[in-house]
DNA sequence: TTGATTTTGAAAATCATTTTCAATTATATA
DNA sequence: TATATAATTGAAAATGATTTTCAAAATCAA
């Protein structure tokens, strides 16, 4: 069962014991079987059109705990809404932002990263982790604009 | 005046006249001879030492002003707080911000923008802007972190 | 000076997220 | 199996940064 990956991970970061629960499981779920982004609204809604009982609070909650035993990366764009994507399918990686559509793309350059390292060294600065997205206009919405 | 710049700024853009004004007078007076980030609290707090009246409205109303005729930069760090920087002073750069103390080290690296230029070619993708920051800690972090 | 328009600040509204708290549920153990 | 203990839940309230509202004050053009 899927939330079993969550109560070792959990637990053995030496907190208070897990104990199941249904709603937890639907989040989970959700979540193990996602592999790109998604705002708490969209869980959400997904949630409740299976017609299933669950609060905001229960969504916030689960996700922060994801979140915070590293199962969940939390995203913030520059629309100020928190997203998650699950840390289990990809490395780490930036992402192109569209303005017009909101779809999200995500990307690795090793040569970046390793030009990030070297500024980093320069100001003798010790890097935990980054973020960098570039926001513009995707392909569809080029095209699109030039009709 | 200082002023000035901001009216013809402003008005040549269209809009609605600007009417001169002392609370704003003041508060443009601050952005121009700042030359780095700084929080809207930090603005307001500054106003208020010098036992002026301000309200955060017009700090806000004022600085969103700046901003949306290109005279000032907003930024967006992990705090989720907005900060604001003069665009006047320095071309775009990205940042180095200090998990610890809050530092913020400002960087270009051109190297890095041509390959996000690539990136983005690669994706079909017209980049409009981007913001890139590496979180970790200062130099100075590290020295008092070893002791 | 008047009349029209902009600016201001206090208070209320927003909006995503978090917290509170009482009721419900799961689990360990008697 | 019953009971005690602790975790989970959802509704509603709280939060906190920012925006909006609205009536009063200030500015400007004629």
Same mark, same amino acid.
């Given at each position: 069962?899927?939330?079993?990956?969550?109560?070792?991970?959990?637990?053995?970061?030496?907190?208070?014991?897990?104990?199941?629960?249904?709603?937890?499981?639907?989040?989970?779920?959700?979540?193990?079987?996602?592999?790109?982004?998604?705002?708490?609204?969209?869980?959400?809604?997904?949630?409740?059109?299976?017609?299933?009982?669950?609060?905001?609070?229960?969504?916030?909650?689960?996700?922060?705990?994801?979140?915070?035993? $590293? =199962?969940?990366? /939390? %995203?913030?764009? &520059?629309?100020?809404?928190?997203?998650?994507?699950?840390?289990?399918?990809?490395?780490?990686?930036?992402?192109?932002?569209?303005?017009?559509?909101?779809?999200?793309?995500?990307?690795?350059?090793?040569?970046?990263?390793?030009?990030?390292?070297?500024?980093?060294?320069?100001?003798?600065?010790?890097?935990?982790?980054?973020?960098?997205?570039?926001? $513009? =206009?995707?392909? /569809? %919405?080029?095209? &699109?604009?030039?009709?």
């Amino acid at each position: 069962m899927e939330q079993d990956i969550l109560k070792k991970s959990y637990q053995s970061k030496l907190k208070k014991p897990l104990k199941s629960s249904v709603k937890r499981a639907l989040i989970v779920n959700y979540f193990m079987n996602r592999n790109r982004h998604f705002s708490v609204e969209e869980l959400y809604d997904e949630i409740k059109k299976m017609s299933l009982k669950i609060s905001y609070s229960t969504v916030y909650r689960t996700l922060n705990l994801l979140s915070s035993i $590293g =199962l969940a990366r /939390e %995203c913030v764009f &520059k629309d100020g809404m928190t997203r998650f994507e699950p840390a289990h399918r990809s490395r780490h990686h930036d992402h192109l932002v569209c303005e017009r559509c909101g779809k999200i793309i995500e990307f690795e350059e090793p040569k970046i990263e390793k030009l990030q390292k070297e500024v980093a060294r320069r100001h003798k600065f010790t890097v935990d982790w980054h973020r960098m997205e570039l926001y $513009g =206009l995707c392909a /569809e %919405c080029k095209k &699109k604009e030039k009709l």
